[in-house]
């Protein structure tokens, strides 16, 4: 989603935006953020507030746009989470009620963009000068600047195929400071679709976190651009992009927006920071320690917790042996768990590991903090990493992952089983009740019997909707 909002966009987003009727975008969450952030504007600035609220909304349905087919009327379609909508009505419908999280954060940042070019426009300050680069890099109008010139290859090269086997997916972070994260947005924006990419972009003053599809030559550009750009090149390299087998396939949009966390632990990083994480170890020195970890299975007590620190369904398929896995929905229920299991905790040395080492770099700074431990450490480059370096090493079963291939195989070990039968099963699939986002295990044998819901109550649902439209949804996130 864009969060640029220089004027060179144009007056057809204006048009847009004045066509619009005033829908109610309704907030989900218990303390209402729009009615929050609204609070927080000074007078002048208040005054926007609807203009700019109506502006992000148009500008994400405007992102959805597609072609309809030369036989119909009308000339364009909209087509998000996996749906396709052939008025307005629909699609606006659908984004007031499916994505005010989206749409708040856009409003905040064209009202934050506002303010900041009133701000410069009132009061150029001479310091400044001093961090060229940030000067040009606040400049919107530059974004294009910062693309890399793709004249020589032609669109089929950088389309990726879904049947295509020269697709791939990147899967990378990087904690750095960021001044102006809004700029780096709108950049980000701009290069996934002039590289005709896919996947999710989370941008913070404290980083970046992306997991974006394409072909393998699209993917390229990607880590090339990121690698030469100033405000990363000094702290990521190309280690730090991981890899798998995918494409633009594999995500059903592109999403890119700013955040307070790249990483949704639920708590300020001004409070819990990435710069007080465990320490690092390589895939080979926690192989090593997770052997040691083994070696003393027979011992009455161990000094040392293996910990995932992953969601329940994603530590059901695939998990180190010997593992800690923590009953926890949602990486936000993370810091919880740690305060009600503290005891158990302390004075251990703590192994963590998550799919590519994000959550591990804020989760061991919130360990640590706790100080009851005797250490702390993380493996680099997460589950990704490793099972790069030791397929058949101590983690058994598939990797999950957050995109339409639920899971990576590197091994052949099935550590799952059918939710109704038992045998022996590691497949999700998206609960069969329309609306419903839980991951369900369910065998072909009980698939074919009718047994596709995550519960029974679902099950029930599912077969009193049945002569009903059906909707598609999103997988758990």
């Given at each position: ?17 004045l066509?619009?009727?005033?829908l109610?975008?309704k ?18 600035t ?18 959805k746009q ?32 499916q ?27 001479p ?10 890099l ?34 990378y ?5 960021l ?26 003053n ?17 880590v ?7 405000l ?19 995500f ?62 994603e ?37 963590m ?6 959550r ?10 706790k ?15 490793y ?33 109704y039968?038992?045998?022996q ?10 609306q ?5 295990l ?8 009718g ?27």
């Open positions: 989603m864009p969060s640029s909002t220089s004027s060179d966009q144009g007056d057809d987003q204006e048009a847009c935006v066509t619009f009727s005033d109610d975008l907030d989900t969450n218990l303390d209402n953020p729009s009615i929050s952030l609204k609070a927080e504007l000074d007078g002048i208040k005054k926007k507030y609807s203009f700019a609220k109506k502006k992000a909304f148009a500008l994400f349905v405007k992102t597609v072609l309809a087919p030369p036989f119909e009327c009308k000339e364009k379609w909209w087509k998000c989470c996996q749906q396709l909508f052939v008025d307005p009505v629909g699609i606006h419908r659908h984004v007031a009620t994505h005010t999280d989206e749409i708040y954060h856009q409003t905040a940042s064209i009202l934050k963009q506002m303010a900041v070019t009133l701000s410069t426009s009132k009061n150029f300050r310091a400044d000068r001093k961090n060229p680069f940030k000067e040009h606040t400049r919107s109008d530059e974004v294009s600047a910062w693309l890399p010139d793709i004249s020589c290859f032609s669109p089929d090269m950088l389309i990726s195929d879904h049947n295509c086997e020269e697709g791939e997916v990147l899967l972070y990087c904690y750095r400071d001044e102006d994260p809004h700029w780096v947005c709108a950049w980000q924006t701009a290069l996934c679709e002039h590289l005709h990419l896919t996947g999710k972009v989370r941008i913070a404290e980083g970046i976190n992306g997991t974006v599809g394409g072909s393998k030559l699209a993917t390229r550009l990607y090339e651009v990121m690698l030469s750009c100033p990363f090149k000094d702290c990521l390299c190309k280690d730090d992009f991981k890899t798998s087998k995918g494409g633009a396939h594999c059903p949009e592109l999403r890119v927006g700013v955040f307070e966390e790249i990483v949704p632990m639920g708590i300020s990083p001004s409070e819990i920071s990435y710069k007080k994480s465990g320490i690092h170890l390589t895939p080979g020195e926690f192989h090593k320690e997770v052997e040691n970890l083994l070696s003393q299975a027979g011992q009455e007590q161990s000094d040392t917790i293996l910990l995932d620190c992953r969601n329940f369904y530590s059901k398929i695939g998990r180190f042996q010997g593992c800690l896995a923590p009953d926890i929905r949602k990486f936000s229920y993370f810091p919880s768990y740690v305060d009600k299991n503290l005891e158990l905790f302390r004075e251990k040395r703590v192994l590991y998550c799919t590519g080492g994000i591990c770099e804020r989760g061991s700074a919130y360990l640590k903090a100080g009851v431990c005797k250490e702390v450490f993380q493996l680099k480059g997460g589950i990704h990493k099972l790069e370096e030791f397929p058949d090493g101590f983690y058994k079963g598939k990797l999950f992952v957050f995109d339409e291939r639920y899971a990576l195989s590197y091994n052949s070990n099935v550590v799952s089983a059918c939710s039968c038992g045998a099963w590691d497949q999700y699939k998206l609960c069969s009740t329309p419903c986002r839980q991951l369900v369910t065998c072909p044998a009980c698939q074919g019997q047994s596709t819901a995550c519960c029974v109550t679902c099950q029930d649902k599912g077969s009193k909707q049945a002569s009903g439209p059906t909707q598609d949804s999103f997988k758990e996130e």
